[in-house]
């Protein structure tokens, strides 16, 4: 079993960043294709970006395209997601996820999941 811990939420102001950091443990041969979703309020869960086979393919949803970037330290076992120029439509919780035969690019592709990290980006 994979254990995923997501850091680095917060609140920030529209235009500000922040960095998401996932941490794997336990049986991380399972953690080569990885990825990020995020769920708002009402709203259904969302993909935002995935990478396979540890950075030689990322994907990123069109709604964050050129906003952030998605990126894997493989010493560490640590998945990032780097977002910039944030807007109030990207607050929601965002978690970290990885696909045991697929790469998670959506929920039914997603073998395991953290717990979530809230993001708020005010007006």
């Known amino acids: 079993q994979v254990r995923l811990v997501e850091s680095g939420g917060g609140l920030v102001q529209t235009g500000g960043s922040l960095r998401l950091s996932c941490a794997a443990s336990g049986r991380t041969s399972g953690t080569l294709r990885m990825g990020w979703f995020r769920q708002a309020p009402g709203k259904e869960r969302e993909f935002v970006a995935a990478i396979s086979e540890i950075g030689s393919t990322s994907y990123t949803a069109e709604s964050v395209k050129g906003r952030f970037t998605i990126s894997f330290n493989n010493d560490k076992s640590v998945l990032f997601l780097q977002m910039n120029s944030l807007e109030p439509e990207d607050t929601a919780v965002y978690y970290c996820?990885?696909?045991?035969?697929?790469?998670?690019?959506?929920?039914?592709?997603?073998?395991?999941w953290g717990q979530g990290t809230q993001v708020t980006v005010s007006s």
């Open positions: 996820a990885t696909g045991e035969n697929r790469v998670p690019t959506t929920v039914a592709a997603v073998s395991s």
